[in-house]
């Protein structure tokens, strides 16, 4: 079983065997001062992790590493720990705290389905997860100010499109229906917007509408970058965003390894900055990482060596 592949060193350190070929990785988890600038490496590690989520109350950033769940002080001290999943072994990048911090939702793919993806809610200490989506691909991206309501992307009808689904059950209500992919929803912090991010317009740009899915908004309008990913932060006033230079992907992709941008604006509209470059892309930020603050967020960025 996949969890028996790891080892958690006393050091804190999460460790993969590489697979024959593949080139040596390390993973630096990493936490930024949007206002200063200043960049702190939390932990390296040696293999892929990815996605931080900052827990309610500071303490512990949650990533995800070869299908599994952790934990770490985010300080940087202290040991790994694994969140149990119970079954489910094949979690990727897209996992979001409640906001109460009580539970945590997972994009997963159960070990009979390991090429699609559902969305399920478990304990934050771990436990037996509880089925969200009936259907499948589905991609968790954004959890409701009042905890009722998941917003994901999800491949229904040929295309990717927004839905969002009640966490006690029901029936999904699909939001977007533009040509293009659609993809990132989050919620803003008060509930009037999700935020999202389209490639309707040719280059992947970033949007919001309100929750039915009405006033659907381009934000952004940078022709030389496709914009993935928009985090809120706590307090409503920022976003931050993952930006690729154009043709160095296509707009409907996200890949790992490429040089990338952090990009900043205020919720309220005004220009972009780019406040960190990095070697990452898909599992830097796919996931909201602001700290409670609001003042830092966390991210993941690689060295790669052959």
């Known amino acids: 079983m996949k969890r028996f592949m790891f080892t958690l060193l006393l050091i ?18 990493e936490v930024l001062d949007v206002i200063t600038g200043q960049r702190s490496t939390i932990r ?23 299908g599994l769940l952790y934990r770490i002080d985010a300080s940087g001290r202290g040991n790994v720990r694994l969140i149990d999943t119970a079954y489910l072994e094949n979690c990727n990048n897209d996992h979001l705290l409640s906001p109460d911090g009580k539970t945590i939702a997972v994009s997963a793919s159960p070990d009979h389905e390991k090429r699609s993806s559902y969305i399920y809610i478990l304990p934050i200490e771990g436990g037996n997860p509880r089925l969200i989506t009936p259907y499948g691909p589905s991609y968790l ?19 990717m499109d927004i839905y969002t689904i ?4 029901g029936e999904e209500v699909r939001l977007t229906d533009a040509e293009g992919l659609d993809d990132g929803p989050e919620y803003s912090p008060d509930g009037e917007y999700i935020w999202f991010n389209s490639a309707r317009t040719g280059l ?3 949007w919001r509408m309100r929750p039915d899915g009405s006033e659907q908004t381009q934000i952004t309008f940078d022709d030389t970058r496709n914009a993935w990913f928009p985090h ?8 931050v965003y993952l930006a690729y230079r154009k043709g160095d992907v296509e707009a409907g992709q996200h890949l790992a390894d490429k040089h990338v941008e952090l990009r900043l604006m205020p919720s309220a509209g005004g220009e972009p900055k780019t406040i960190a470059e990095l070697f990452g892309g898909q599992g830097s930020i796919n996931v909201n990482s602001w700290a409670p603050d609001s003042k830092r967020v966390a991210f993941v960025s690689y060295r790669m060596e052959e």
Request: contains cysteine; charged residues 25%; glycine residues 14%.
């Open 141 to 159: 991206h954004g959890w409701s100010p009042d905890g009722k309501t998941l917003a994901y992307c999800a491949f229904r009808t040929g295309g």
């Open 232 to 239: 809120v932060s706590p307090d409503g006033q920022w976003v």
């Open 204 to 206: 992947m740009q970033v």
């Open 166 to 169: 009640d966490i006690g059950g």
């Open 12 to 29: 804190g350190a999460v460790t993969a065997r590489a697979q024959d070929g593949e080139r040596k990785i390390t993973s630096l988890l």
């Open 44 to 66: 390296e590690f040696d293999c892929r992790i990815e996605a931080p989520n900052w827990t309610k109350d500071g303490r512990w950033l949650v990533f995800n590493s070869h």
